[in-house]
């Protein structure tokens, strides 16, 4: 079954614990992106990865870091936690982007920073 | 001003009856449009894809695009109770290899 893996579901942790979220997708997806999800926000982008070892910055880097060293995972990195990351994120896999290119999503990871 | 942009809501429809749901992006250069749905709590799902002018119907699920007005819209016929979700339009951009996500709307079905 084609999926994209996201763990843990939920998440409480502590002000400066470092942390990360996996995700994996079994698509042979060269794309992977990661968004975070507020009340009014919608979706905004984190971080992207066009392929192994290439990644960027979408709208909201800042406090976050990723990695992209094999093509199935792409993981997201909370160095240092802040309550303001408090926030519902997803991951997400496609094909390289072109007309009809379809964002698969994770089941979402619900991270509480107190 | 956002990239995309979509009314909040609620939009309250009667069940039976035709939904409309509207998306306006600001850059020109845009080359796909999708439609999600998002039930709450729940990973986005995509409904439809357009990138060409005019209407793309799939099921009860129509799609219309009008790039010289900068605007697509999604039209739901015989809305069912179980069409009460959030909808996100998205656009994406192949020179810049991203999707941008509207903020959603979100509709509800009354029976």
């Known amino acids: 079954e084609a999926q994209v893996t996201q763990n843990p579901r939920y998440l409480i942790t502590v002000t400066g614990k470092k942390l990360t979220v996996t995700c994996s997708q079994n698509?042979?997806?060269?794309?992977m992106s990661w968004y975070r999800q507020d009340p009014g926000l919608g979706l905004r982008q984190i971080y992207y990865?066009?392929?192994?070892?290439?990644?960027d910055k979408g709208d909201v880097p800042e406090g976050y870091k990723v990695s992209r060293k094999e093509k199935r995972n792409f993981p997201l990195i909370l160095e240092s936690p802040s309550p303001n990351q408090t926030s519902l994120y997803f991951c997400?896999?496609?094909?390289?982007?072109?007309?009809?290119?379809?964002?698969?999503f994770g089941q979402g990871t619900r991270l509480t920073v107190v | 001003q956002k990239e995309v942009e979509q009314n909040s809501g609620p939009l309250s429809v009667p069940e039976g009856a035709i939904a409309s749901l509207n998306c306006t992006y600001s850059?020109?250069?845009?080359?796909?449009f999708f439609w999600y749905r998002q039930y709450s709590g729940k990973s986005p799902e995509l409904i439809m894809f357009?990138?060409?002018?005019g209407d793309k119907e799939d099921g009860r699920f129509t799609a219309q695009l009008n790039k010289a007005s900068q605007y697509v819209s999604l039209l739901i016929r015989d809305s069912q109770p179980s069409d009460s979700a959030t909808y996100l339009c998205?656009?994406?951009?192949?020179?810049?290899?991203?999707?941008?996500f509207g903020s959603g709307t979100r509709l509800s079905i009354r029976p």
């Open positions: 990865s066009m392929n192994v070892e290439v990644t």
């Open positions: 357009i990138y060409s002018n």
């Open positions: 998205a656009v994406s951009y192949s020179s810049a290899s991203k999707i941008i």
């Open positions: 698509m042979n997806h060269e794309y």
């Open positions: 997400a896999s496609s094909p390289p982007v072109g007309p009809n290119t379809e964002a698969f």
């Open positions: 850059d020109r250069g845009s080359q796909s």
